[in-house]
């Protein structure tokens, strides 16, 4: 009895990959240490509050442009990394060109540089007296001290995040598919749309999370370039350290916890919208 | 539609992936370019459907030039090895996408291009895989999805890069079957290249042999193996022995092979290389030219070795199955060999040494 019990169920406790009970208790374990434990305390620490004051400090005039500042500016941001991301990646990959190394290597200088520094080169080349502000100051276009600034630093930190992730996708592109769609009367403008986009843009999508993740979290950067004018160019991190300069740990917390929510919710729709365009290449 | 190719080359670097090719094909014809690789036929393919431009030369389609022509104006339907299809759309809008990219005014209405899609899927016999992404479909069905595809846009020329190379063997056969039949059918003017020989032969109207970015040899698969022009095609085209032999008046004498008695060599003279083929050699017991050594029986026929005592190398004999057993030959025995028919090219003509077995190119 026993022995036909074995025979009949010889191969399920077996798998092809094994370990599986080891490496999730390790990632679980892993995570909640690195990253669930600390958000937790996060929202605990906010709960010491009464529903009412957090409504109070989450619709107060300041926290609210704070929000508005970080993520509009981050969305932004990604955007305009993600379009022109896209031409960078494109042109590494597919042209030749004298120090393409170099321009290659240069992709990955935001991830290296100590965000301070770029936020204070940036400032001083976009400043009214800078090189490139001087120029701006006569048409009346001020980049550093206002949110504009703020636009030109999370590009900048954002940048090779697009790159990176879209880079890798076009290199195992086809180039087959382009020179079908050739032969099948589609004209260059057609090829784009409908061949090339369509499979990267879940790439894209991706490199646009990533960057739009990294913005919103910016802090070095941003301080140095943005002016930190209260309702109009504060950003919600820089709020929640004026906060804890403050000594209000709940107040900061609460809007890290708001931060947090509404991170989660976009990357959550940037995942679906990835997931969707990506239907058929599973 | 029919082709015209004069005097084409084009270089990649310093190789010359073709060195002044002229062909013309007849509308309806079905065209194989067979070659080994690197033989220049996928880029006389890709030059004709506009994928790639020749460095001198000229390509017309229908009598008009139509050098200064992308793919997409030159309307030629364009099969790729490894299929290109587009992995983001179903089945159903990759064959449906040469319709939907034209410009509107000769663009089908939705309704029209339902009708004419599905009726292309029947027709390759994947209609019930409509909506079905492609990374699901098997080899064969990728193949009917490009196939269908490229007749999408009614094409006057249909062009297939090594068409069924991925495909394992019993698919293979079967879609060479189908195609041969859709051609028929559909009757459209058709250059597939191949390096498979038996592919080449068993489809073709007239095989296009190249070699080095040269044609070699043009003809009915008929004429190109019952009469290749020289040692190269001779070697291409399946398996072949090479002796040394010498011709005087027409009447040739093979050291260790007798030569069927009324067998007449023309237009040779002299010391030269016999290119005998494992089926026009035969042989028979009672002589003692060479040694039986390796027996290969594979059905009707049974192909075996013989090391000849001359020491001219071993030679590759095919015989009928029936024939053998009836002169009860076996490993070990001595035996006589007789030629009955064969070709001799001049020695300079051949690269490496006159003896033994060549196995044929199309393996390598």
Not at chain 2, 73 to 78: I, K
Request: aromatic residues 8%; charged residues 20%.
């Amino acid at each position: 009895m026993t022995f036909s019990l074995f025979k009949s169920n010889p191969g399920s406790r077996r798998s092809v990959i094994p370990g599986f009970g080891i490496t999730l208790g390790l990632t679980i374990t892993w995570l909640s240490l690195i990253v669930l434990i600390p958000l937790a305390g996060l929202f605990l620490k906010s709960a010491t509050l009464s529903f009412d004051q957090i409504v109070a400090i989450l619709t107060s005039p300041r926290t609210l442009s704070a929000l508005r500042v970080s993520f509009g500016i981050s969305l932004g941001a990604a955007a305009i990394n993600a379009v022109f991301g896209v031409i960078v990646a494109w042109i590494l990959v597919r042209y030749d060109f004298p120090f393409k190394r170099v321009a290659d290597a240069f992709v990955d200088i935001p991830f290296a540089l100590p965000t301070a520094v770029a936020g204070i080169a940036l400032t001083s080349l976009y400043a009214p007296n800078g090189w490139i502000g001087s120029l701006l100051e006569p048409l009346g276009i001020k980049v550093a001290f206002t949110p504009l600034g703020i636009l030109v630093a999370l590009v900048f930190i954002g940048l090779p995040f697009v790159v990176r992730t879209v880079q890798p996708v076009i290199e195992d592109m086809d180039k087959e598919l382009e020179e079908a769609a050739t032969a099948l009367g589609a004209t260059r403008r057609q090829i784009i749309w409908r061949v090339i986009l369509p499979v990267i843009f879940p790439s894209i999508a991706t490199g646009f999370a990533l960057a739009f993740a990294r913005a919103v979290g910016e802090y070095g950067s941003v301080i140095f370039i943005a002016g930190n004018l209260p309702l109009v160019s504060e950003i919600a991190p820089l709020l929640i350290v004026i906060r804890l300069n403050e000594f209000a740990y709940a107040q900061a917390t609460t809007i890290a916890a708001a931060m947090l929510v509404i991170s989660f919710v976009l990357l959550f729709i940037i995942n679906l919208l990835q997931r969707w365009s990506a239907r058929y290449a599973r | 539609m029919s082709i015209e190719v004069k005097n084409v080359s084009r270089v990649y670097g310093s190789f010359a992936a073709l060195n002044n090719v002229s062909l013309s094909v007849k509308k309806g014809e079905l065209i194989a370019l067979l070659g080994p690789s690197g033989s220049g036929k996928t880029t006389l393919l890709r030059i004709i459907a506009g994928l790639d431009w020749p460095d001198a030369g000229d390509i017309s389609l229908n009598g008009k030039s139509v050098i200064g022509e992308g793919a997409s104006e030159r309307g030629v339907g364009f099969v790729f090895q490894h299929y290109a299809l587009f992995k983001h759309l179903s089945v159903f809008e990759n064959v449906a996408f040469g319709l939907r990219v034209r410009p509107r005014a000769t663009r089908p209405s939705n309704d029209e291009i339902k009708d004419r899609v599905m009726r292309l899927l029947k027709l390759v016999q994947i209609d019930w895989l409509a909506d079905r992404s492609v990374t699901q479909l098997s080899g064969g069905q990728r193949q009917r999805v490009a196939l269908a595809r490229a007749l999408a846009i009614e094409p006057e020329v249909l062009m297939l890069d090594e068409p069924f190379g991925a495909l394992d063997a019993k698919v293979r056969l079967e879609l060479r079957r189908w195609m041969r039949r859709l051609h028929e059918e559909m009757g459209m003017t058709t250059i597939f290249v191949t390096h498979d020989q038996e592919e080449a032969m068993e489809l073709a109207d007239r095989v296009v042999v190249m070699g080095q970015g040269k044609i070699e040899q043009i003809g009915t698969p008929q004429q190109i193996y019952g009469h290749p022009i020289n040692p190269f095609v001779y070697e291409f085209l399946g398996q072949v022995n090479r002796l040394p032999c010498t011709v005087a008046g027409g009447v040739a004498t093979i050291p260790g092979v007798a030569v069927e008695p009324s067998f007449r060599v023309r237009q040779f003279d002299g010391p030269g290389v016999a290119y005998i083929r494992p089926h026009d050699l035969e042989a028979t017991p009672g002589k003692d030219d060479g040694v039986v050594r390796v027996l290969a029986p594979s059905g009707p026929t049974i192909k075996f070795e013989v090391e000849l005592k001359n020491g001219n190398g071993s030679v590759e004999v095919q015989m009928n199955t029936g024939r053998f057993e009836a002169l009860k030959i076996a490993p070990g025995m001595s035996v006589g060999l007789i030629a009955h028919t064969f070709k001799v090219f001049d020695p300079s003509q051949v690269d490496g040494e006159a003896n033994g077995t060549t196995s044929s190119a199309a393996h390598a």
